[in-house]
C-alpha cells in the first residue's frame, strides 16, 4: 500500500511560480513510475507529467512542457512538480499517483495508476 499526500497548492498570479510536493509513505518509493494530473471543474482529470522509478526518465504534457518540471528524490520518498510562468488554464486540482515500473504509451493515462493521493488546490488569478 502506498499513501501520498500532496502539498504547495495556493493562490498566485499569472506568471508566477509554484512547487509542489507529494510525499509518499512507502518504503518501495524507488520502484514507482510517479505521475501528476490535475482536474479543473468540469473538466475530466488530465496528464501532466511522469518520471520514472530511477528519475532518469520524463514525460509531460504539451500544455506544461518548457515550463514544468518534474524531480524527486527517492532518498526522501517524495516528488515535485515545479510550475513556471503559471496562467489561468492551469487552475485545477493537481494528484499525485503512483504506479508500477513500466514505461510506456500508457503512462499518459490514469488508469495506468494504482494510488493517489487527495490533491491540491491551484489557483492562477489573471
Known amino acids: 500500500q502506498v499513501q501520498l499526500v500532496e502539498s504547495g497548492g495556493g493562490l498566485v498570479q499569472a506568471g508566477g511560480s509554484l512547487r509542489l510536493s507529494c510525499a509518499a509513505s512507502t518504503r518501495t518509493f524507488s520502484s514507482h513510475r510517479m505521475g501528476w494530473f490535475r482536474q479543473a471543474p468540469g473538466n475530466e482529470r488530465e496528464f501532466v507529467a511522469a518520471?520514472?522509478?530511477?528519475?532518469?526518465?520524463?514525460l509531460y504534457a504539451d500544455s506544461v512542457k518548457g515550463r514544468f518540471t518534474i524531480s524527486r528524490d527517492n532518498a526522501k520518498n517524495t516528488v515535485y512538480l515545479q510550475m513556471n510562468s503559471l496562467n489561468a488554464e492551469d487552475t485545477a486540482v493537481y494528484y499525485c499517483?503512483?504506479?508500477?515500473?513500466?514505461?510506456?504509451?500508457?503512462?499518459?493515462?490514469?488508469?495506468?495508476?494504482?494510488?493517489w493521493g487527495q490533491g491540491t488546490q491551484v489557483t492562477v488569478s489573471s
Open positions: 499517483a503512483a504506479g508500477r515500473p513500466v514505461w510506456d504509451s500508457k503512462i499518459r493515462t490514469w488508469d495506468e495508476y494504482d494510488y
Open positions: 518520471i520514472s522509478w530511477s528519475g532518469g526518465m520524463s
